[in-house]
């Protein structure tokens, strides 16, 4: 499996970015879709997931009502729309993928950087 993230850039404080994760050399049906994100000196952190079929999501607190976390099947993409952003948002984003449920995330992305500045 492997999983291709895009779209990170740099952006005033407020705007918007979307990032794309690309997966292939699986079947994903089965599989949840996560985001985690690294700033400079800090531990990764969880920031959104969804599970491929149905569609549930899960966000974490600090991004809740600014993020959403979406998928294309037919394109094996998952979506990160970022609006508002905030200076704090400035991270190394990575998208992950759990074949076995939440917490399994046995496959990464090499990440896609993304910089607010207020």
């Known amino acids: 499996v492997q999983l291709q993230a895009s779209g990170g850039g740099s952006v005033q404080a407020g705007g918007s970015l979307r990032l794309s994760c690309a997966a292939s050399g699986g079947t994903f049906s089965n599989y949840v879709m996560a985001w985690f994100r690294q700033a400079p000196g800090k531990e990764r952190e969880f920031v959104t997931s969804i599970r491929w079929t149905g569609g549930t999501t899960y966000y974490a607190d600090s991004v809740k009502g600014r993020f959403t976390i979406s998928r294309d099947s037919a394109k094996n993409t998952v979506f990160l729309q970022m609006n508002s952003l905030k200076p704090e948002d400035t991270a190394r984003y990575y998208c992950?993928?759990?074949?076995?449920?939440?917490?399994?995330?046995?496959?990464w992305g090499q990440g896609t950087q993304v910089t607010v500045s207020s």
């Open positions: 992950a993928a759990a074949p076995r449920g939440v917490g399994t995330w046995d496959y």
